[in-house]
């Protein structure tokens, strides 16, 4: 039968199978015309440059966490110009347990989550990232791809909606003592008056 439009197909040529695309064109007369395109393997490109060219920030490390590769928007994220050969530990903080233990979790699937939430070591600007781990394989061996989201404006979100509930639990603390206070005004000025209604109105006592 014909292949579908867009297929890939393997040709079987004297110098050996070769790959192309089929495009399908209707001719009269209840005819097809199938063109086929050679699929040259040098103009592919390769995992790695994939890998480099992909717009979402990956960073593939090691089990002990020092990166193996990582592409130009991580390296732009972390702000570390490249990153390649460092640990992931002096890249980021703020797991409550080591960056390591964590990878081993992951490796050995012992993590409930894959997913934290860390600080970038940067000093020219304060900058968060969800790290979310995955586990691949690279010449045969483990290793753990790390997909990264700048979340520092979530962040930011966070610290003004945790402020505002300390200014609106002060304010209620402040109303809370305004009312205590007044009722003790009150007080003080209803006895006042009953003084006052005991004493004519040029007694000196």
């Not at 990956?58 to 592409?71: E, F, I, K």
Request: hydrophobic share 40%.
């Amino acid at each position: 039968g014909l292949p579908e439009n867009g297929a890939l197909v393997t040709l079987n040529l004297p110098t050996g199978p070769r790959r192309a695309v089929a495009t399908l064109r209707g001719l009269s007369a209840g005819r097809t015309e199938v063109c086929l395109t050679p699929l040259d393997p040098a103009a592919l490109p390769s995992p790695e440059e994939v890998f480099a060219n992909l717009p979402v920030a990956l960073v593939m490390v090691d089990g002990q966490g020092r990166v193996l590769t990582a592409n130009a928007v991580a390296n732009t994220l972390l702000g570390k110009g490249e990153v390649t050969g460092r640990n992931l530990s002096d890249l980021l903080e703020g797991l409550g347990r080591s960056l390591p233990d964590w990878l081993r979790e992951v490796l050995e699937d012992r993590g409930r989550t894959r997913s934290e939430f860390l600080r970038v070591r940067r000093p020219d600007c304060e900058t968060f990232v969800q790290v979310t781990l995955n586990v691949g394989r690279r010449g045969g061996e483990e290793v753990l791809v790390a997909v990264l989201n700048d979340a520092t404006e979530l962040k930011t979100l966070e610290a003004q909606f945790v402020q505002s509930q300390k200014m609106q639990a002060i304010g209620q603390l402040a109303g809370g003592i305004a009312h205590d206070f007044n009722n003790l005004l009150t007080a003080f000025s209803g006895h006042c008056d009953l003084l006052l209604l005991r004493h004519d109105p040029g007694d000196q006592n």
